[in-house]
T-cell receptor, first 108, second 111 residues
Framework: GIQVEQSPPDLILQEGANSTLRCNFSDSVNNLQWFHQNPWGQLINLFYIPSGTKQNGRLSATTVATERYSLLYISSSQTTDSGVYFCAVSTNAGKSTFGDGTTLTVKP | KAGVTQTPRYLIKTRGQQVTLSCSPISGHRSVSWYQQTPGQGLQFLFEYFSETQRNKGNFPGRFSGRQFSNSRSEMNVSTLELGDSALYLC??????????FGSGTRLTVV
């Protein structure tokens, strides 16, 4: 099956810093999403981005489907950005494969 | 509009028992997927239902089963519970495999 690799596994930042999270995948995909898992376990959808670039406030994402990677940018990070960020891809309708996540800690 | 609703939020069961978890998708969404999240294995796909039919299935034993009703609500059942089934079970819905929206999950503890 498809492999999804996220980097870095852990990231510690000071409040106000910028960061880039990466997601590499091993095959062509139909869908790609970025999620933020909050402390209560819920996965919050950040971007649905099988290709191209999107922005939402301080967050933006770019997927280069031909090169099989996606990037999530967080600018001016805040302590509330802390948590685990997941990339999920699917090649088959209804079945997503998740990466292992990047754990982000933003210190005040 | 209402999000994806999972019930119950927390559950404690004894080894050997069975459990049923419920998921109500966003109104109009026809696809419902289930995932298991554990510290050791991460997020793993269980199965997906679309218009009452199982469309995809992950690599889980037959003790894990599910179904979807005509109103798109879905249930998953785990029989003969094992300690290793302790996990956060997440449900997601989509109109048709576009972007998925997840519920808050059911945290199952098997003792």
């Amino acid at each position: 099956g498809i492999q999804v690799e996220q980097s870095p596994p852990d990231l510690i930042l000071q409040e106000g810093a910028n960061s880039t999270l990466r997601c590499n995948f091993s095959d062509s995909v139909n869908n790609l999403q970025w999620f933020h898992q909050n402390p209560w376990g819920q996965l919050i959808n950040l971007f649905y981005i099988p290709s191209g670039t999107k922005q939402n406030g301080r967050l933006s994402a770019t997927t280069v489907a031909t090169e099989r990677y996606s990037l999530l940018y967080i600018s001016s990070s805040q302590t509330t950005d802390s948590g685990v960020y997941f990339c999920a891809v699917s090649t088959n309708a209804g079945k997503s494969t998740f990466g292992d996540g990047t754990t982000l800690t933003v210190k005040p | 509009k209402a999000g994806v609703t999972q019930t119950p939020r927390y559950l404690i069961k004894t080894r050997g028992q069975q459990v049923t978890l419920s998921c109500s998708p966003i109104s109009g969404h026809r696809s419902v997927s289930w995932y298991q999240q554990t510290p050791g294995q991460g997020l793993q796909f269980l199965f997906e239902y679309f218009s009452e039919t199982q469309r995809n299935k992950g690599n889980f034993p037959g003790r894990f089963s599910g179904r979807q009703f005509s109103n798109s609500r879905s249930e998953m059942n785990v029989s003969t519970l094992e300690l290793g089934d302790s996990a956060l079970y997440l449900c997601a819905s989509s109109w048709d495999s576009g972007g998925y929206t997840f519920g808050s999950g059911t945290r199952l503890t098997v003792v």
